[in-house]
């Protein structure tokens, strides 16, 4: 099952095949994308690291509260009914970063990454190929834009307390965490006694 850091690599791995077919590179050429905390631009050494790139990093989880009453139970092996926590449904919030010194560079690979998920915005096994998603059947992710106001960007680059750089940021739909930790067991109900009131009385 795919998990948080599975899923951002995916859409970073994706990004690149794209970047690099677009610029003419040759295979294995230099990543365009890298994942890293762009609030964390004024560390040195990250800063270095992050220079010069397209920088992905996730800002925010969000709960996919329709589908939080999932199953909690299924049937064992031993014919005996196991009972589970429901799955955890999350969508990522992730912010695509262009931090590039020259400002004419960072509005066209910004650009790029926009006609990316223009032109595919769902990863699944089958559209994704070398992603090593081939044993996660029902594995889907949509991406979508998200349209923040002036005030949320202001707000957003606050708390990441550094200068605004270009950027774009999109919703991931829909990650699905599950421990399988079974909690308690039972037996199955296969037959129920019904008494008769009496109502004459």
Not at 4 to 18: K, R, W
Not at 71 to 78: D, E, F, G, P
Not at 195 to 200: A, H
């Amino acid at each position: 099952m795919p998990m948080i850091h599975d899923a951002i690599a995916l859409l970073a791995s994706q990004i690149n095949q794209y970047l690099n077919q677009k610029d003419g590179s040759p295979l294995g050429a230099a990543d365009v994308v890298v994942m890293g905390n762009i609030g964390q631009l004024d560390v040195p050494e990250i800063a270095a690291e992050l220079d010069n790139h397209i920088v992905v990093s996730l800002v925010n989880l969000e709960e996919e509260a329709t589908l939080k009453n999932g199953r909690t139970s299924s049937l064992q092996a031993s014919g005996s009914v196991g009972y589970f926590n429901p799955p955890l449904h999350i969508n990522l919030c992730v912010l695509w970063t262009a931090n590039y010194r020259n400002y004419g560079t960072a509005l066209k690979r910004l650009g790029q990454i926009m006609t990316f998920f223009q032109g595919k915005n769902k990863f699944t096994p089958s559209n994704s190929p070398g992603a090593g998603l081939t044993e996660l059947l029902d594995f889907s992710l949509t991406m979508e834009l998200l349209s923040l106001s002036l005030e949320e960007v202001n707000h957003l680059w606050g708390v990441l307390g550094g200068k605004q750089l270009p950027f774009a940021a999109y919703r991931g739909r829909l990650i699905t965490l599950e421990d399988q930790r079974l909690l308690d067991g039972g037996g199955l109900i296969r037959e129920i006694d019904v008494m008769e009131r009496d109502i004459t009385s």
